[in-house]
């Protein structure tokens, strides 16, 4: 036995789903339902610390701000 698959793109909404796509005249075939979305809880800014740690380092923030700038370099001027 040979199996052929075909897809079709649609939207799951309020227990349907609506297909994007036309699908060939089939009278019975196997199908796979994917859920593309992922709803994730909302997150609270603070919740960056539980995941990156917080910043550590022996400057103070004006001399961090101080090594941020001295380290920016000067764009070229462009002429168009």
């Avoid at 939207?11 to 709803?39: C, R």
């Avoid at 997150?43 to 380290?71: C, H, M, N, P, V």
């Amino acid at each position: 036995m040979v199996s052929v698959q075909n897809t079709a793109h649609g939207v799951y909404i309020n227990g349907q789903v609506v297909l994007n796509d036309p699908v060939p005249k089939i009278d019975k075939s196997e199908v796979v339902v994917v859920f593309l979305d992922v709803v994730r809880p909302k997150q609270k800014l603070s919740d960056i610390f539980s995941i990156y740690g917080t910043w550590e380092d022996s400057r103070t923030a004006d001399e961090t701000i101080g090594f941020i700038r001295a380290s920016r370099t000067e764009r070229a001027d462009i002429c168009l």
